[in-house]
């Protein structure tokens, strides 16, 4: 879901930006290293991929502990459009609802 294809950083008059805005070089980093494709074919959580995948559920928590953020901050980060843009995304993945406990949740296999 998240994609960084067409990311550059420049300098103009009228700026979007954020303070976090090497998010989306983190995340090209995260493609061109494989790690993306290591976390989805290793980490097995969810039956149907529509239209998330492990990974993006992984780095949208990575992400929001990288920009100081607490589990309630991803609420902001999905309606921030500087945010999505630098990901290359529309939206990411919701956080588990306060009400979740860990017993609620699904169990994590690693294929080995």
Same mark, same amino acid.
């Given at each position: 879901m998240f994609q960084t294809a067409n990311l550059r950083v420049e300098l103009a008059d009228k700026v979007r930006a954020i303070g976090t805005g090497g998010i989306g070089l983190v995340q090209r980093l995260a493609e061109q290293t494989g790690l993306v494709d290591a976390i989805n074919s290793r980490l097995h959580l969810l039956k149907i991929h529509r239209? &998330?995948? =492990?990974?993006?559920?992984? #780095?949208?928590?990575? &992400?929001?502990?990288?920009?100081?953020?607490?589990?309630?901050? @991803?609420?902001?980060?999905?309606?921030? =459009?500087? #945010?999505?843009?630098?990901?290359?995304? =529309?939206? @990411?993945?919701?956080r588990p609802r306060p009400e979740t406990s860990a017993d609620d949740l699904p169990r994590a296999t690693f294929a080995t």
């Open positions: 239209p &998330y995948h =492990e990974s993006d559920h992984v #780095f949208n928590l990575a &992400y929001n502990a990288m920009c100081d953020g607490r589990l309630e901050d @991803i609420e902001l980060r999905r309606n921030d =459009e500087v #945010f999505l843009d630098t990901l290359g995304t =529309e939206r @990411i993945p919701v």
